[in-house]
């Protein structure tokens, strides 16, 4: 299966402990985006990189949360001292090198993480 | 800012019957995308159908159809036939032209009953 992973699937740890999730695109998909979704609401847009270059940040963004993708290749996401409503799904996606003429490049989902802030 | 709406948090329908799911849209941009995603129970969000704001032709993906109201900002989907694999929580999202980030709905859970 080539398409977007995620590890761990499923995380639970303690309010203020750290975590560290991880997301292996696509290969050759140069883009990539991580999303939170809550409890019964859709995605919600955290940041994306364009190689490993982090292009764009949502001000849900906290400066407890930081993402890397060192080598433009896989990507982290790091939540430091967590608290209860950082529980949530966080999901990955990536996308291609945009091609001439088209005007968007669809975004493929990894399966995400779960995470389970006690 | 650009807001996605879905007001129905569910939706059921007989096996081989046909369903649609709203969804409206607020965006101020005259070129952009819009999109439905289907994410089954514990499985990966799936793109299922997408329409390019600038295009009047519905777009048609084999059981699934849009009706796309521009000066309405309204995108419904359409399912025909349904097929106890659709059931799956259902998506509506918008992205801008030239942008990265997707805005999506809050969601419809589509129960497929046998």
């Known amino acids: 299966d080539t398409g977007v992973s995620q590890n761990p699937r499923h995380k639970i740890t303690k309010r203020g402990q750290n975590v560290t999730f991880r997301c292996d695109p696509i290969?050759?998909?140069?883009?990539l985006y991580w999303y939170r979704q809550t409890l019964g609401q859709g995605p919600e847009f955290l940041t994306y990189?364009?190689?490993?270059?982090?292009?764009?940040k949502s001000r849900l963004l906290s400066d407890r949360f930081s993402a890397e993708r060192p080598k433009g290749s896989f990507s982290t996401l790091e939540i430091q001292r967590t608290e209860q409503g950082d529980s949530a799904m966080y999901l990955c996606?990536?996308?291609?090198?945009?091609?001439?003429?088209?005007?968007?490049?669809?975004?493929?989902f990894g399966p995400g993480t779960r995470l389970t802030v006690l | 800012a650009q807001t996605v709406t879905q007001s129905q948090p569910e939706m059921s329908v007989q096996e081989a019957e046909t369903v649609t799911l709203s969804c409206t849209y607020d965006?101020?941009?005259?070129?952009?995308?819009l999109f439905w995603y289907k994410q089954p129970p514990s499985r990966q969000m799936i793109l299922v159908i997408r329409?390019?704001?600038?295009?009047?032709q519905n777009a048609t993906e084999n059981r699934f159809s849009v009706n796309f109201q521009k000066a309405a900002k309204s995108f419904s989907l359409k399912i025909s036939d349904s097929q106890l694999g659709d059931a799956a929580m259902y998506f509506c999202?918008?992205?801008?032209?030239?942008?990265?980030?997707?805005?999506f709905g809050q969601g419809t859970r589509l129960t497929i009953n046998p």
């Open positions: 996606a990536s996308s291609p090198r945009a091609s001439g003429g088209q005007g968007y490049n669809e975004q493929f």
């Open positions: 290969s050759e998909h140069n883009r």
């Open positions: 990189f364009q190689n490993e270059a982090q292009l764009e």
């Open positions: 965006t101020s941009e005259s070129d952009y995308y």
């Open positions: 329409q390019e704001a600038y295009k009047q």
């Open positions: 999202a918008y992205i801008r032209q030239g942008a990265q980030k997707l805005v």
